[in-house]
């Protein structure tokens, strides 16, 4: 019998303190209005001692609590995040380790904003091959990527995690899927380079750690490039609610416009969160779900749409 990927749990978990407008106008020269109206975000939240492991495991305890999952049951875990703790041992690996998850092989995805699409792609990919159950979370530590003086950037992004438990279904729900990559415009988002400094090398010493984003270009991409994803997958389907990454308020007010879709439907938390990168698109669902916006066996259809750093993204239409 064939077997499909079923979301069954959603969980989410991010640092206590915020970090509103007003606060980063103390850093920079920056202020609320300026912030707010070209974003839409008011606030974020940001780590003070707690490390992207730290967030995901969080998340994953959340996730086997709520389900009433025994850590041993699971068969795998994906992180999608790009501000691992480490280059090595993965994230997914720190997890498996802090739940006892025995039994379940662990990897990192790193494809940034698009990277939960990706590692749930990947994930459903997993069960119908023969896997039964397993951790799909995107969580990320922006905070420590970034160039606190640089009002372009530092203002955009904030720190979470939120995940979904992945389970063998007999029935569909993962209906259509796209990912995509385009390596030739990589450098419109980096973060973390560093040349080759061997004892051999000629290479002239380069590290630079910060995230480094061209604005303009990575909107113009989200507007045209997924717009046309999404298009594509949407196609002669009735959809209920689209999660997009949250990045911009503007890009969703864009991306519906051009879509000719209800900009209700386009689903929003940015405004408290502000960009998480991988962690965006699992914790508006994870909110929505606990709102009652979402309900996870209902059928309802959901586009969930990720795009970022690589250049990567991915749209995927899903039927809760």
């Given at each position: 019998?064939?077997?499909?990927?079923?979301?069954?749990?959603?969980?989410?978990?991010?640092?206590?303190?915020?970090?509103?407008?007003?606060?980063?106008?103390?850093l920079?020269?920056?202020?609320?209005?300026?912030?707010?109206s070209r974003?839409?975000?008011?606030?974020?939240?940001?780590?003070?001692?707690?490390?992207?492991?730290?967030?995901?495991?969080?998340?994953?305890?959340?996730?086997?609590?709520?389900?009433?999952?025994?850590?041993?049951?699971?068969?795998?875990?994906?992180?999608?995040?790009?501000?691992?703790?480490?280059?090595?041992?993965?994230v997914?690996?720190?997890?498996?380790?802090?739940?006892?998850?025995?039994?379940?092989?662990?990897?990192?995805?790193?494809?940034?904003?698009?990277?939960?699409?990706?590692?749930?792609?990947?994930?459903?990919?997993?069960?119908?091959?023969?896997?039964?159950?397993?951790?799909v979370?995107?969580?990320?530590?922006?905070?420590?990527?970034?160039?606190?003086?640089?009002?372009?950037?530092?203002?955009?992004?904030?720190?979470?995690?939120?995940?979904?438990?992945?389970?063998?279904?007999?029935?569909?729900?993962?209906?259509?899927?796209?990912?995509?990559?385009?390596?030739?415009?990589?450098?419109?988002?980096?973060?973390?380079?560093?040349?080759?400094?061997?004892?051999?090398?000629?290479?002239?010493?380069a590290?630079?750690?910060?995230?480094?984003?061209?604005?303009?270009?990575?909107?113009?991409?989200?507007?045209?490039?997924?717009?046309?994803s999404?298009?594509?997958?949407?196609?002669?389907?009735?959809?209920?609610?689209?999660?997009?990454?949250?990045?911009?308020?503007?890009?969703?007010?864009?991306?519906?416009?051009?879509?000719?879709?209800?900009?209700?439907?386009?689903?929003?938390n940015?405004?408290?969160y502000?960009?998480?990168?991988?962690?965006?698109?699992?914790?508006?669902?994870?909110?929505?779900?606990?709102?009652?916006?979402?309900?996870?066996?209902?059928?309802?259809?959901?586009?969930?749409?990720?795009?970022?750093?690589?250049?990567?993204?991915?749209?995927?239409?899903?039927?809760?």
């Open positions: 019998m064939n077997m499909f990927g079923k979301i069954t749990a959603t969980a989410s978990y991010v640092p206590d303190k915020i970090v509103t407008n007003d606060d980063l106008s103390h920079m020269d920056t202020s609320d209005e300026w912030i707010y974003t839409g975000i008011k606030e974020r939240r940001i780590s003070v001692g707690e490390n992207t492991s730290d967030l995901c495991g969080k998340v994953a305890i959340k996730l086997l609590d709520e389900a009433n999952v025994n850590p041993e049951e699971l068969d795998f875990i994906l992180v999608a995040t790009i501000t691992p703790d480490f280059n090595t041992p993965a997914a690996c720190q997890v498996q380790g802090m739940i006892g998850a025995t039994n379940a092989f662990a990897f990192d995805i790193s494809a940034a904003c698009a990277g939960f699409v990706y590692a749930l792609s990947m994930a459903e990919k997993l069960i119908r091959t023969g896997s039964k159950k397993g951790l979370i995107g969580g990320e530590v922006l905070s420590k990527v970034l160039d606190w003086k640089d009002r372009s950037s530092a203002v955009l992004f904030g720190d979470g995690a939120a995940g979904v438990l992945i389970e063998a279904s007999t029935k569909q729900h993962i209906i259509k899927e796209s990912l995509k990559a385009d390596g030739t415009r990589g450098m419109s988002l980096t973060s973390g380079f560093r040349s080759n400094q061997n004892p051999f090398s000629t290479n002239a010493p590290y630079h750690a910060c995230m480094q984003m061209v604005g303009r270009e990575i909107f113009d991409f989200a507007t045209r490039d997924v717009v046309s999404i298009a594509e997958i949407i196609e002669n389907e009735e959809v209920d609610y689209y999660l997009l990454h949250q990045a911009n308020a503007r890009i969703l007010d864009k991306v519906a416009r051009k879509l000719k879709q209800p900009r209700t439907q386009f689903l929003q940015m405004q408290h502000g960009n998480t990168s991988a962690a965006s698109i699992p914790l508006l669902l994870d909110e929505e779900v606990k709102k009652g916006t979402l309900t996870l066996g209902s059928g309802q259809h959901v586009v969930f749409s990720g795009f970022g750093g690589g250049l990567t993204w991915g749209t995927m239409l899903a039927a809760l």
